[in-house]
């Protein structure tokens, strides 16, 4: 409990203290001359740390009912006070002007001392009668200006009159009252079908009205008061609101800030910056905030032949492509340094013992085992027949010798494998659409560069994270656009990445393949061609979740009734429920688009690849035409041991 006093009431404090008092308490001396625009420190942390231990109860005794009401507004305004707390001060009429209106529209447990004197003569002598009406106001407040008390009860000899709750609960029940709800529509909170429903909310309907509608026609119908639904002035265009010059909000905030309204339904964030504006009640939903980006128009269907593999793959088959293949040219050279060059050199002494070989039957013999070495005799010949056995073709004949045999038969085995893989994975290409170039995390949007903005110039205070890079690189592309409709006909020309929830992403993209379904059938009527813009995708990965809430009014005495109806709302399933109706109409159309979407067939377009591996061939082809004339001319021409008319001299020589 907190004691506020005056000097004058400083002596029944400190009576009570003497022994009825027995809760722990704060005490407050406030002076004559004392300002609380603002107050001292000492109140001011006295104030905080009493509402930071749980304190819900205020006794303000000061007799100056304009200081009473420049603590009132400041400590409201700072949120200093427990404002579901009771309090108990000094009826004073300079409490009820109407500047002072919202605050007992936010202050509703408090009780008025008034204190009413009496002078009776009886047998001469003249007795003093004093006795204290207890007086509360009514919530919410009626009319505009005038402000009045409700009598309680009367406190009188020690006693009171009735001794009934002097604090009921005037929340639980608001006996069909009047309570302003501003609205901005914003999927999936509010949509524009509820606008026919302002009127009568009661009504039944099979349409979506959003999740907030529908969670706050509960709410009426829970605490019986009747909810006045607006849309405050050109709400479209100021949304949430931003801060002007001089201090005051426009939209959804200008609202709250001038107390025009007790709800606020427009997907608020459960965010700092919110609730000093305004108060929050419990989340009852996260969103995932994203952007809606371009796919690219980039088509890789000229990779086509090395799109089955990737580049460690292919790293790794072209070094054991060139690994054998120098295996089988140390091969070819061991056999005929170490081998066949010792049997010719031992072949002059078995002359001695077979005289009827003669050595050119000898020369024969050898010629025919090198011959046996043919495919691999040279090391351009060891990577063109390793090559094609990559390939499955099989070589013109099968060496003789025995450990290359071998050594050919495990390699078949490998690029048996090898080729299976690769076939499969490219039938598999060829049988599906052509892969969609998408951005799909943080980092792969700011390697974009695209442009980012929003409609809010709060959601640019999520990328000015110090401790995150890539949304800092991102935040600096970050504009603020007004016109939904144009941000989302920029991205569609790859030009943009819109920020929002995933759900009015969602929304924005069925509304553009709806757009552009009608375009292209009225294309087909008309014999025109359409340039088709970019298909619109949203990224994968969530920037932040963000809890949404409903707004109230800032210190707002509805709040503990209205979060436990929330939370029994989200417990009960129904959040989940209207938000499946409301996004219907966006998967309705995206199940459509994608059963118009682009169909598996085998097409030129996706056989480019093809055509590609020609050109390159053809061009490399040329080059070594090219290569090997100059070659001829300049080298092998002018060597002295060239003679046109005796070419088999002169390769029996290079080949020595």
């Known amino acids: 409990m907190v004691y506020m006093f005056d000097s004058y009431y400083q002596n029944l404090i400190h009576r009570n203290e003497n022994g009825n008092l027995t809760l722990t308490y704060y005490s407050v001396f406030v002076r004559e001359n004392e300002e609380f625009s603002p107050p001292q420190l000492t109140i001011q942390d006295i104030l905080r740390n009493s509402k930071n231990s749980g304190c819900n109860g205020y006794v303000i005794l000061i007799t100056n009912g304009l200081q009473t009401m420049d603590l009132l507004q400041y400590a409201e305004r700072e949120r200093l006070l427990n404002i579901q707390g009771f309090f108990l001060m000094i009826h004073d009429s300079r409490l009820f002007y109407s500047n002072m209106k919202y605050l007992w529209n936010r202050i509703i447990n408090v009780i008025f001392i008034r204190r009413h004197s009496l002078i009776r003569s009886q047998s001469g002598k003249n007795i ?80 979506s009205v959003g999740i907030e509608f529908e969670i706050m026609k509960i ?81 890789n269907s000229w990779k086509l032949l090395i799109n089955p593999f990737t580049l460690y793959t292919w790293t790794t088959i072209i070094f054991i492509l060139l690994l054998v293949a120098s295996i089988f040219r140390g091969f070819t050279i061991f056999y005929q340094k170490q081998i066949l060059s010792h ?52 070589l013109p004949r099968l060496p003789e010798v025995w450990a290359l045999r071998v050594f050919i038969g495990w390699w078949w085995l490998y690029t048996i494998l090898i080729t299976v893989t690769y076939r499969a994975s490219l039938t598999a290409t060829l ?42 690189k991102i935040g600096k592309n ?74 109230m009014i800032k210190n707002s005495p509805l709040k503990p009734q209205v979060d436990r109806i929330i939370n029994r709302i989200v417990e009960s399933g129904l959040v989940n429920k209207w938000l499946s109706d409301v996004m219907e109409w966006s998967q309705i159309i995206e199940i459509k688009s994608e059963s118009n979407g682009p169909k598996a067939l085998i097409d030129i377009r996706k056989l480019y690849g093809i055509f590609v591996a020609l050109i390159i061939g053809y061009f490399l082809s040329f080059i070594t035409m090219i290569a090997e004339n100059l070659y001829w001319r300049f080298v092998t021409a002018k060597d002295p041991k060239y003679d046109k008319y005796r070419m088999d001299i002169f390769y029996s020589y290079k080949m020595k």
């Open 128 to 207: 003093n009668y004093d006795w204290f009406n207890l007086e509360t106001i009514q919530y919410p407040i009626p009319g505009q200006y005038f402000l009045r008390t409700y009598y309680v009860d009367t406190w009188y000899k020690g006693r009171f009159r009735y001794g009934k709750n002097h604090f009921a609960n005037k929340v639980l029940d608001l006996s069909k009252k009047k309570l302003r709800v501003a609205i901005f529509e914003h999927i999936p909170a509010v949509t524009t079908n509820s606008r026919i429903f302002y009127k009568n909310y009661e009504k039944h309907n099979n349409k």
């Open 219 to 299: 709410i009426a119908n829970k605490m019986n008061f009747k909810p006045i639904f607006f849309r405050p002035e050109n709400i479209e265009i100021t949304k949430w609101g931003t801060s002007n010059n001089n201090g005051s909000y426009d939209g959804l905030f200008g609202e709250a800030v001038e107390a025009k309204a007790t709800f606020f339904l427009g997907d608020l964030h459960y965010t700092l910056r919110h609730y000093e504006i305004l108060d929050l009640s419990s989340p009852y939903n996260t969103e995932c905030l994203t952007f809606l980006t371009p796919e690219s128009f980039t088509d």
């Open 343 to 394: 049997e010719k050199s031992n072949e002059p002494s078995s002359l001695k013992i077979i005289s009827m070989i003669k050595v050119q039957e000898i020369n024969e013999i050898y010629t025919k085992k090198i011959y046996g070495l043919s495919p691999f005799t040279g090391m351009q010949n060891c990577l063109l027949y390793t090559y094609s056995m990559l390939l499955q073709v099989s």
């Open 431 to 472: 049988a599906n659409p052509i892969a969609r170039i998408t951005i799909n995390t943080i980092a792969d949007l700011a390697k974009s560069s695209l442009p980012v903005g929003g409609w809010d110039e709060n959601y640019k205070d999520v990328f000015s994270s110090e401790s995150d890079a890539l949304l800092n």
């Open 478 to 551: 970050f504009e603020l656009v007004n016109d939904e409709d144009e941000a989302i006909s920029r991205v569609a020309k790859g030009a943009f990445a819109y920020y929002d929830n995933i759900y009015v992403l969602k929304e924005a993209r069925a509304k553009r393949q709806l757009l552009e379904s009608m375009q292209k059938n009225e294309a087909l009527k008309n014999n025109k061609n359409l340039i088709a813009d970019r298909d619109l995708h949203i990224m994968e990965e969530c920037i932040i979740h963000m809890p949404i809430s409903i707004g």
